[in-house]
Nanobody, 118 residues
């Protein structure tokens, strides 16, 4: 069974940084494009960043230049380095595979809470 375990969230002041990590088990990790997603209170889950099998990266406009996604296939891990954090980045962050139909996924980890506040 596929398991996704996120960590690294916390409370940070505006302008601060956090690095999120996600360990994936139960699947051949290197065969899958991966993504980071987030869900703010009262809002739908949204795609934040993706990384392909070859390492190509994509970001939503609001985090471009501030977030960096990376993957370590040997450790079956995907990371999200978040810099210059803003209050609007406050959300629960999740990792998962990336496909066009990601919003139909039913298997999600517990997520990690990121709160940006002074």
């Amino acid at each position: 069974q596929v398991q996704l375990v996120e960590s690294g969230g916390g409370l940070v002041q505006p302008g601060g940084s956090l690095t999120l990590s996600c360990v994936v088990s139960g699947v051949v990790f290197s065969n899958h494009p991966m993504g980071w997603y987030r869900q703010a209170p009262g809002k739908q889950r949204e795609l934040v960043a993706t990384i392909s099998l070859g390492g190509a990266k994509m970001y939503r406009d609001s985090v471009k230049g501030r977030f960096i996604i990376s993957r370590d296939n040997a450790k079956k891990m995907v990371n999200l380095q978040m810099n210059s954090l803003k209050s609007e980045d406050t959300a629960v962050y999740y990792c998962n595979f990336y496909r066009n139909d990601w919003d139909q996924f039913t298997n999600w980890g517990q997520g990690t809470q990121v709160t940006v506040s002074s």
